[in-house]
């Protein structure tokens, strides 16, 4: 079974900085998707970041990127210039190729400081 | 983008009453829709895949007679939660699937008195 493990319950950062969060996976696929989900205290699942797994090159989405490193099975997601609207619950998340049947990690509660 | 609503975003209910959730992508048709529990501080745990005009698929350990789900159409999915009991209270949050794109509905916050 797949499985995903963020080892940062929490992190903390200072408005405008760099915050890197871990997550790591398990799988026996090649081909799968993964992702980075925020969740504010709406609780409604935001996309932050999709990443395919047959694509060697790492998702961007403005200040968010990723380091997708297959071989070692891990998916970091990296914040710049935090933003206090960045605060939030944040889930990586695993799916096989089909049919989008995502497993979450535990989860990383990121707070920014002003 | 696409819109899933899910209704109610709250609800309260006796122990041993039963609640339904519905789940309804608005702009687009899902054939597969998911189901995931969230308990307070926790992750999203998959309770069920619904697929359109046939059975869910249950995950391991989800009780199938107590949390009934029904894809009657293309656009609506349901949940219902039978006989609640207090155990049952949590965040309920489903998802579609289209043009291999997730949307999530906003969720439902269950607690049973």
């Known amino acids: 079974a797949q499985t995903v493990t963020q080892s940062q319950p929490e992190m903390s950062v200072q408005e405008a900085e760099t915050v890197t969060l871990s997550c790591t996976y398990d799988?026996?696929?090649?081909?799968?998707?993964l992702f980075w989900y925020k969740q504010p205290p709406s609780r409604q699942m935001i996309l932050v970041i999709r990443?395919?797994?047959?694509?060697?090159q790492n998702a961007t989405e403005n200040r968010f990127s990723v380091n997708f490193q297959k071989a070692a099975k891990s998916f970091s997601l990296k914040i710049s210039d935090s933003q206090l609207g960045d605060a939030a619950m944040y889930f990586c998340?695993?799916?096989?190729?089909?049919?989008?049947?995502?497993?979450f990690g535990q989860g990383t509660r990121l707070t920014i400081n002003p | 983008g696409a819109v899933v609503s899910q209704h109610p975003s709250w609800v309260i209910c006796k122990s041993g009453t039963s609640v339904k959730i519905e789940c309804r992508s608005l702009?687009?048709?899902?054939?597969?829709m998911f189901w995931y529990r969230q308990f307070p501080k926790q992750s999203l745990m998959l309770m069920a895949t619904?697929?359109?005009?046939?059975?869910?698929?249950?995950e391991q350990g989800v009780e199938k007679d107590k949390f009934l789900i029904n894809h009657a159409s293309l656009t609506l999915s349901t949940l219902t939660v039978t006989s609640a009991h207090p155990e049952d209270s949590s965040f309920y949050i489903c998802?579609?699937?289209?043009?291999?794109?997730?949307?999530f509905g906003s969720g439902t916050q269950l607690s049973v008195l």
């Open positions: 998802s579609a699937y289209t043009n291999e794109k997730l949307f």
């Open positions: 799988t026996s696929e090649s081909d799968y998707y």
């Open positions: 990443q395919e797994a047959y694509k060697q």
């Open positions: 998340a695993y799916s096989p190729a089909r049919p989008q049947k995502l497993v």
């Open positions: 702009d687009f048709q899902a054939t597969t």
């Open positions: 619904s697929n359109e005009g046939s059975k869910a698929t249950y």
